[in-house]
Nanobody
C-alpha cells in the first residue's frame, strides 16, 4: 500500500503560479509511476502530467504543456507539479496518483491504484 498526501493548493490570480507537492509513504521501496490528475466541478477527472520512476519519461496534457512541469525526488518520496501562467480554466481539485509501472506513463484514471485526497486550486480572472 502507498499513501499519498497532496499540498500546495490555494487561490491565485490568472497568470500566477503555484507548486503542488505529493508526499508518498508506505510501500515506497517499490518503483512507481506518479501522476497528477484534476477534476473541475461537473467534469470528469482528467490527466494533467505524469512521470516515470526514473524521471526519464514524462507526459503532459496538451492543455498544460509548456506551462506545467512535473518532477520527482525519489530520495524524499515526493512528486511536484510546478504550475506557471495559470488560467481560470485550471481551477480544479488536483489529485496525485501512483501505480506500480516502471516505464510507461498511463493517462487514464483507472490505470492508477493509489490516490491522494486532493488539493484545491482556484485561479481567479
Amino acid at each position: 500500500q502507498v499513501q499519498l498526501v497532496e499540498s500546495g493548493g490555494g487561490l491565485v490570480q490568472a497568470g500566477g503560479h503555484l507548486k503542488l507537492s505529493c508526499a508518498a509513504s508506505g510501500r515506497t521501496g517499490s518503483r512507481y509511476v506518479m501522476a497528477w490528475f484534476r477534476q473541475a466541478p461537473g467534469k470528469e477527472r482528467e490527466f494533467v502530467a505524469g512521470i516515470s520512476w526514473s524521471g526519464a519519461n514524462t507526459e503532459y496534457a496538451n492543455s498544460v504543456k509548456d506551462r506545467f512541469t512535473i518532477s520527482r525526488d525519489n530520495a524524499l518520496n515526493i512528486v511536484y507539479l510546478q504550475m506557471n501562467s495559470l488560467k481560470p480554466e485550471d481551477t480544479a481539485v488536483y489529485y496525485c496518483a501512483a501505480q506500480h509501472i516502471l516505464l510507461v506513463v498511463p493517462t487514464r484514471p483507472y490505470e492508477y491504484a493509489y490516490w491522494g485526497q486532493g488539493t484545491k486550486v482556484t485561479v481567479s480572472s
